[in-house]
């Protein structure tokens, strides 16, 4: 996971998985800007519908309907689906 920022764009969660990458950028209404997602999905194009906004204010989830649109989700879904997978991965390593 990382902060991405080229020039006067930039993304606040960039999770780099190999099959799976997702970017977030995390902001305090569902109104701000999307520049910086879609500047990194147009510059690597694996992250290509899987950019979300994250908004206390935004609807429950909304996932990018094509390949490069933006989703929104809100702060408590990004919240609780962060959690989830924080315990599947600390199940996993205790379970090793």
Not at 22 to 32: C, G, L, Q, T
Not at 54 to 78: C, M, N, R, W, Y
Request: some cysteine; hydrophobic content about 45%.
């Amino acid at each position: 996971m990382h902060y991405w920022r080229s020039g006067e764009h930039k993304v606040d969660l960039v999770l780099d998985h190999p099959t799976r990458p997702m970017a977030f950028e995390i902001a305090s209404s569902a109104r701000h800007g999307l520049t910086g997602l879609y500047a990194l999905a147009n510059r690597f194009p694996r992250f290509a519908g899987r950019c979300y906004l994250v908004a206390a204010d935004a609807p429950l989830h909304t996932p990018p309907g094509a390949a490069g649109e933006v989703g929104i989700t809100s702060l408590d879904h990004f919240l609780s689906a962060v959690g989830r997978q924080t315990e599947a991965a600390l199940a996993d390593r205790l379970t090793v």
